[in-house]
């Protein structure tokens, strides 16, 4: 299948949002995202980048626009809706994890979608999916850690939690807020090529925001560059043409 002929996963068309009623954080934002994509997001801290990955993933809505999920709309919250978000593998900045709780624990709760009611509501894991847990602590490299309360960690190991932890959702899109941050040059690399593994197993849909440039340009096929709440560049992955555009100091890690 081209470039062309496939299918979009994520589509959003004159997208406003804002907190409380405040200005607008993102405005008029026209975006489309192709399934198997690894699109990066990149721009300077407050430009709006976390809150495109919320209003992805439903918990957030835009003021203005219209987004389709998956072909779905996210403000839909019907069973279709929950499905479909039960797909969606995301990794937020502040990782979300559960306080008091293991590493497998942890990880574990990537599967509770997929799981019966009464299985769910008592964490009562099959065998399988208690083995694909382990298997998944051991490629992000903490197979010695899956007892340890996952707040005694460093935040590079809490960081490789949460990727498990959205592995083990088996997602159709992963969101992943600044994944990298706090991981080594080496565990980074590891991390990113075990996300592109996955897309060429499952053709994952991948949208990062990046403070990385070299990286987004290494694993990312599209870069979008928000500023000002605004998508004001989109480029292909040509190291070229991300040398001649000058992010200077606006490429940054940022809440928003």
Request: positive net charge; glycine residues 8%.
């Given at each position: ?67 389709l999920v998956d072909n ?152 979008s560059l928000i500023k ?29």
């Amino acid at each position: 299948m081209s470039s062309a002929d496939t299918p979009s996963i994520v589509r959003m068309s004159g997208v406003w949002a804002s907190y409380k009623k405040k200005t607008s954080t993102l405005q008029n934002i026209d975006m489309e995202i192709k399934v198997g994509d690894s699109h990066a997001i990149v721009g300077p801290s407050g430009a709006g980048k976390s809150t495109l990955l919320k209003l992805i993933n439903g918990t957030m809505m835009p003021s203005r626009g219209t987004i389709l999920v998956d072909n779905h709309r996210p403000d839909q919250r019907d069973s279709v809706f929950r499905s479909k978000m039960a797909r969606i593998g995301y990794i937020p900045q502040s990782l979300g994890l559960v306080r008091n709780s293991t590493v497998l624990d942890n990880v574990m709760m990537g599967a509770l979608s997929r799981l019966g009611g009464l299985q769910s509501l008592l964490k009562r894991y099959p065998d399988s999916e208690v083995d694909a847990g382990h298997k998944v602590l051991e490629q992000v490299g903490l197979s010695d850690k899956v007892d340890r309360n996952v707040y005694t960690l460093s935040g590079g190991e809490r960081r490789r939690v949460a990727i498990a932890r959205a592995f083990m959702q088996r997602p159709k899109i992963l969101l992943a807020d600044e994944m990298i941050s706090e991981l080594d040059t080496t565990t980074s690399r590891i991390m990113m090529n075990m996300v592109r593994d996955e897309q060429k197993r499952t053709e994952l849909t991948v949208i990062m925001i990046h403070h990385d440039i070299e990286l987004a340009t290494e694993f990312a096929n599209t870069i979008s560059l928000i500023k000002g709440g605004q998508k004001v560049l989109e480029l292909g992955n040509s190291k070229n043409t991300i040398t001649n555009f000058s992010i200077g100091e606006s490429v940054q890690s940022g809440n928003a």
